[in-house]
């Protein structure tokens, strides 16, 4: 059943009430305190206990950030960078940004399924000019974009090579960073090498290989703590976030810091 974008907004608002850290320590804000919008797919969405160990890497991204950032993930499953517009979810987060803030973008995942008009995008026109309203957006509101090229899914060919799996959308996407001087991060080159440098075998671990799912699209914790922590090195090394900002980047982050909540009605 379709949702009218005033349920739409009801519901995403009702889902991020608090952000919490490591521990369930609520990530309360202070002067000076800003929060990271994440708009994107299930690859970052954050994961209920009816689909453990299933993993966002926007629910691993808090542990990997001081206290003066909070993260409000709207990331939702299957959503593409047309219907999360097209369903209201990026006016809820355009409501919810302050001066300051910071709106992370990534999508392509669903944007590739062409035989779907609700989701599909081309990456040269469409794509771009859906990432152009999100850029626009947060610019209106004082808040600052930035695009993430979207992360890899485990895929290998016969020789154990990591191979590429969003065709056109990283280039187009880069090529919009550039032409509207937005900060970049590519995690779509970074996942790609770390794939490569792990092997097919080691990758399993990262993703949701379970003992009746293989999974090469969703992570697991260990998978979703990995990508937090390349997009948050991104965060630091393209100047959005500052040294003070970041911690733990070299540290082991436990497993047991991922926890899923119930879902709510």
């Known amino acids: 059943m379709s949702m009218s974008r005033r349920q739409v907004a009801v519901a995403a608002m009702a889902a991020v009430p608090l952000v919490l850290g490591a521990g369930g320590v609520a990530r309360a804000g202070g002067k000076g305190a800003r929060t990271l919008f994440i708009a994107g797919d299930s690859t970052a969405a954050q994961k209920y206990a009816d689909a453990a160990p299933e ?9 990997f950030l001081h206290s003066g950032i909070a993260v409000s993930n709207h990331a939702v499953n299957g959503r593409s960078s047309k219907s999360f517009v097209d369903e209201g979810r990026l006016d809820v987060v355009l409501g919810a940004v302050r001066p300051g803030d910071i709106l992370l973008i990534q999508f392509a ?25 999100y850029v ?20 290998f060919d016969a020789a ?21 001087q937005v900060a970049l991060l590519d995690i779509q080159a970074l996942s790609l090498a770390l794939w490569q440098e792990l092997g097919a075998e080691e990758t399993k671990k990262y993703f ?44 082991v982050v436990p497993e047991s810091w991922i926890t899923w909540p119930e879902a709510t009605a």
């Not at 993993?55 to 542990?63: D, I, K, Q, R």
């Open 55 to 63: 993993t966002g890497w926007g629910m691993a991204a808090p542990f």
């Open 109 to 133: 995942h669903n944007d590739e399924k062409s035989a779907d008009p609700t989701r599909y995008t081309e990456p040269w026109s469409t794509y771009q000019d859906y990432l152009r309203t």
């Open 136 to 155: 626009e957006g947060a610019r209106a509101r004082g808040a600052r974009p930035v695009l993430a090229t979207a992360v890899e899914r485990r895929r």
């Open 160 to 180: 154990g090579n990591a191979l590429e799996t969003h065709g056109e959308y990283p280039a187009a996407m880069r090529a919009l960073a550039a032409e509207e």
């Open 208 to 251: 949701n290989w379970t003992a009746t799912e293989q999974d090469n699209t969703h992570f697991n914790p260990p998978g979703a703590i990995e990508v937090a922590r390349l997009v948050t090195r991104e965060l630091l090394r393209t100047g959005v976030l500052r040294p003070r900002d970041v911690r733990r980047l070299d540290d």
